[in-house]
Nanobody, 122 residues
């Protein structure tokens, strides 16, 4: 599974930004898709995720500010971010938790995009 993110950049505090991620497989076949972020020297943390195409979860720090969504026709995942704050500055990664049936036995694999940098600064 290949994941390609886009949409990062520099934004002022209080501003908005939208991230996109395209997947190389039918996104409806991915058990869990989501966005993570990482600051240098810190662990990667989950920002938002969609489980089995229905259930959405958000980190408490972004709830009510960020919205995760997907477009099955485009095999794309989005993250709409609003009221961005300096503490949201990080590299954002797209993640897919996917059942690989090419392996025997079949097993779930975590796939990652290369990341896109979001910088919130005045």
């Amino acid at each position: 599974v290949r994941l390609v993110e886009s949409g990062g950049g520099l934004v002022q505090p209080g501003g908005s930004l939208s991230l996109s991620c395209t997947t190389s497989v039918n996104i409806t076949t991915i058990s869990r898709v989501g966005w993570y972020r990482q600051v240098p020297g810190q662990q990667r943390e989950v920002v938002a995720e969609i489980i089995l195409g229905e259930t959405t979860n958000y980190a408490s720090s972004v709830k009510d500010r960020f919205t995760i969504s997907s477009d099955n026709t485009k095999n794309a995942l989005y993250l709409q971010m609003s009221n961005l704050q300096p503490e949201d500055t990080a590299t954002y990664y797209c993640n897919a938790y996917y059942l690989e049936t090419t392996f025997e036995p079949h097993r779930f694999v975590d796939y990652w995009g290369k990341g896109t940098l979001v910088t919130v600064s005045a």
